[in-house]
């Protein structure tokens, strides 16, 4: 790569930031530029309606309980992906249950496509609930987060 791609991606990258887009990709002759942002969306969870049987509301993901859902603000998975709660096996989560976290906190990292995604907070709050266990395969908009 020279030095005039070097400033064509940066080009590519300010013009994301300016018009705030989610994802831009760039093809020119053999140089391909992606950028993606990763910042996860808060979403309010309304339990829906329950299954026959299980107690459970229909669109709770598993490992997650109504009650881990109900009330709070949810924090969403912005991309698919697979949802990791620390930099690497063993290491500690950056988002265990009970800890207080800033806006703009690493809470965990999406793996999406072979590169590790840093997701971080949109507000602050607690983390009242972990909803997906470490390594799950996740969809785009799967609650990871409960915070109180």
């Known amino acids: 790569m020279n030095a005039d791609d ?12 300016e018009h705030e887009l989610a994802e831009l990709e760039v093809r020119a002759g053999e140089l391909t530029v992606r950028a993606v942002r990763s910042h996860a969306a808060a979403v ?9 049987g299980s107690g459970m509301a229909a669109d709770i993901p598993d490992g997650a309980t109504e009650s881990s859902l109900s009330g709070g603000t949810v924090i969403a998975a912005p991309i698919a992906g697979t949802f990791y709660v620390a930099a690497a096996p063993g290491a500690e989560p950056f988002a265990p249950v ?15 496509m072979k590169m590790m995604n840093e997701i971080r907070a949109d507000q602050s709050g607690s983390i009242a609930a972990v909803l997906v266990p470490d390594g799950t395969a996740i969809e785009s908009g799967t609650p990871l987060f409960r915070l109180r």
């Not at 976290?101 to 965990?108: D, M």
Request: hydrophobic share 45%; glycine share 8%; aromatic share 0%.
């Open 98 to 112: 009970g800890a207080t976290i800033e806006a703009g906190t690493v809470i965990c990292i999406i793996e999406s």
């Open 6 to 17: 070097l400033e064509a991606v940066r080009a590519i990258i300010q013009l994301a930031k």
């Open 44 to 52: 309010t969870v309304t339990p829906g309606p329950q299954n026959s």
